[in-house]
């Protein structure tokens, strides 16, 4: 039987456009003819993109290193090192999308729009004649004892030779991302680790006081402590919301938190609202600003330090009057203000769900794939891509950076194979 086509990628996000792309510019390279299509559940495509950095879309960083991402670090650096963020910046310039580099690092594309991006990425496989088949949700894949694969849809019966899964993760199940190339991805014989939101805001106990500081950002040090030890520290802007704390420094241990209570761990989030500086060091400030001004209220002393809200909340949840005077506080008052200054306890009751996780942590793990051609190991003709495996990155554009050089792995190598 011939197949329908030589190449079918399931899924037009990101990862899914680039691979195409990419393959199909690599036969065009090599003269050789490559009949490719990419299938989504979608009736519009790139929702993910579109909503992504505020609409702005945050399509990479300018400096992209392993230690960036969660997950096999030596198989990440080798992905990352064949297509790096410069790589990414001449590709997009090439699709008629110059990027600007922001204060933070971000890149984004000079026009501020989202949209540009991804009518850049569907131009181009237009001209690459890729057609990509939208409401065409696979339901199963398996494989011919001829090694042709067999792709029931919505739509009918495709048969292909080679299949690219880049159906994302679970994050924005709105989009239509809902895991669905993980259950393909189990039948074939391929295991997936814990899944759970990344990039998600979290949301504090109810008798907490953060819905009287909505809006105010600031930076600070995040511990994360699972069974008692430290498996993360960051500094970084934190923000508090009506619903608990959001922000880029959230965001980025979320993944720690939500995996160590998918896993039964005990796990708590400490915050040190002096970055830099800790308890002895904290102390002896306070000690040093009392003795210099000898009448200042502690409210007028932290509010020098910290947003007034902020700082007038912490003293009230340390049991302190805020007109009280610095340097009248006992020695135990001052202590016990010194900790929720440095190793302040935030109440986590749960992470914001799927609906507001911008990424996934877990996924297919990358050892049972071939970095070097993102092919699988364990089914010859499988390769899979972006978010369906287990590589998270943190805020920023770093898991578009992974989309992209996943993408451009798996379709130079689909092309030269086939």
Not at 402 to 407: F, L, N, Q, S, V
Request: hydrophobic share 45%; aromatic share 6%; glycine share 10%.
């Amino acid at each position: 039987m011939l197949p329908d086509y030589d190449l079918v990628i399931l899924g037009a996000g990101a990862a899914g456009l680039a691979t195409a792309i990419f393959a199909a510019e690599t036969a065009a390279q090599r003269q050789r003819a490559l009949h490719i299509a990419v299938l989504d559940s979608a009736k519009k495509i790139g929702a993910k993109i579109l909503v992504s950095g505020g609409g702005r879309c945050n399509v990479t960083h300018d400096e992209v290193r392993p230690d960036d991402f969660n997950g096999s670090r030596t198989i990440i650096r080798n992905i990352l090192a064949a297509f790096d963020a410069q790589a990414t910046v001449r590709w997009f310039a090439a699709l008629g999308v110059p990027l600007k580099r922001e204060e933070t690092g971000k890149l984004f594309p000079v026009s501020d729009s989202a949209r540009t991006v991804v009518a850049a990425l569907l131009r181009r496989c237009d001209e690459l004649t890729v057609p990509i088949l939208t409401q065409h949700r696979v339901s199963d894949l398996t494989v011919e004892q001829s090694g042709l694969f067999v792709l029931q849809h919505e739509q009918g019966t495709y048969h292909a030779r080679r299949v690219i899964l880049a159906t994302g993760g679970k994050s924005l199940p709105r989009t239509g991302s809902v895991g669905s190339g993980w259950d393909i991805a189990k039948r074939l014989g391929h295991s997936v680790t814990t899944t759970v939101p990344a990039l998600v805001p979290l949301v504090l106990r109810e008798k907490m006081f953060h819905a009287q500081l909505a809006g105010i950002s600031l930076p600070v040090e995040l511990a994360t402590f699972v069974t008692g030890k430290v498996v993360d520290r960051r500094v970084g802007s934190l923000l508090w919301t009506h619903f608990g704390v959001s922000g880029p420094v959230v965001m980025d241990v979320s993944r720690h938190w939500t995996l160590a209570r998918a896993h039964g761990h005990a796990v708590e989030l400490r915050c040190n609202f002096f970055p830099g500086r800790d308890f002895p060091q904290l102390e002896k400030w306070l000690l040093e600003t009392a003795s210099a001004r000898s009448r200042v209220s502690l409210r007028r002393a932290l509010g020098e330090r910290l947003p007034d809200r902020l700082a007038e909340a912490l003293i009230q949840w340390s049991g302190i009057e805020g007109e009280a005077i610095l340097s009248q506080l006992t020695r135990e008052q001052r202590r016990v203000l010194v900790h929720s200054l440095t190793n302040f306890l935030l109440p986590v009751e749960r992470d914001r769900g799927w609906n507001f996780a911008e990424v996934t942590a877990g996924g297919v793990p990358l050892e049972e794939i071939n970095f070097r051609t993102m092919e699988s190991r364990l089914v010859k003709g499988l390769s899979l891509v972006g978010e369906i495996l287990d590589c998270d990155g943190r805020i920023g554009g770093f898991n578009f950076q992974w989309a992209w050089a996943t993408g451009y792995v798996a379709g130079r190598a689909v092309a030269a194979s086939v």
